[in-house]
T-cell receptor, first 110, second 113 residues
Framework: TQLLEQSPQFLSIQEGENLTVYCNSS?????LQWYRQEPGEGPVLLVT?????EVKKLKRLTFQFGDARKDSSLHITAAQTGDTGLYLC??????????FGTGTSLTVIP | KAGVTQTPRYLIKTRGQQVTLSCSPI?????VSWYQQTPGQGLQFLFE???????NKGNFPGRFSGRQFSNSRSEMNVSTLELGDSALYLC????????????FGQGTRLTVV
């Protein structure tokens, strides 16, 4: 059983569409991070959310941390082909290690 | 500043052999964590080193081991390789580890044949 479940697992959309990716857990996290990973590369940190209810925007990407700090979402507006990749959420639950989510593989079709 | 460097990028080994992977963290970062990434299991935590000491360990067999040197560079060793060890091995460095932001290397793609 994964501590962090992401949905959907796979997502294929047309360029210009909007999408939302979810990261859910039954556990409380002190912070959650979102990464994007391209094939053959390591994950790249996009954002860290720390406060329950926090919303952060990074250009067309909007990240939200749930009020109870158990879940997070990533919303992409007007997706572009450059957004294609594996999106991973990760959190520190026990103070000892990062737990990574199951991942959402996004393909944006031109 | 330079990012996290992992060597080699690609490796092919035979079952039963052993392998050593290297990771040079970002200058000033004292925490190095190792992860195994496979299509079926996703990113799985192997262990974390901080100031030359293993601070945390994931749920992997004893064939997986690591160490960290005084300059924070880290090595990971896998002995008696199995086909199932084929994966992308990622190293991440951070200032303090744990809840700190992690910066990943490009990974080492290990194929066991």
């Amino acid at each position: 059983t994964q501590l962090l479940e992401q949905s959907p697992q796979f997502l294929s959309i047309q360029e210009g569409e909007n999408l939302t990716v979810y990261c859910n857990s039954s556990s409380v996290f002190s912070s959650l991070q979102w990464y994007r990973q391209e094939p053959g590369e390591g994950p790249v940190l996009l954002v860290t959310v720390v406060t329950g209810g926090e919303v952060k925007k990074l250009k067309r990407l909007t990240f939200q941390f749930g009020d109870a700090r158990k879940d997070s979402s990533l919303h992409i507006t007007a997706a572009q082909t450059g957004d294609t990749g594996l999106y991973l959420c990760a959190g520190d639950h026990t103070g000892n290690q990062f737990y990574f989510g199951t991942g959402t593989s996004l393909t944006v079709i031109p | 500043k330079a990012g996290v460097t992992q060597t080699p990028r690609y490796l092919i080994k035979t079952r039963g052999q052993q392998v050593t992977l290297s990771c040079s963290p970002i200058s000033g970062h004292r925490s190095v964590s190792w992860y195994q990434q496979t299509p079926g299991q996703g990113l799985q935590f192997l262990f974390e080193y901080f100031s030359e000491t293993q601070r945390n360990k994931g749920n992997f067999p004893g064939r997986f081991s690591g160490r960290q040197f005084s300059n924070s560079r880290s090595e990971m060793n896998v002995s008696t390789l199995e086909l199932g060890d084929s994966a992308l091995y990622l190293c991440a460095s951070s200032l303090q580890g744990r809840s700190g932001e992690a910066f990943f290397g490009q990974g080492t793609r290990l194929t066991v044949v």
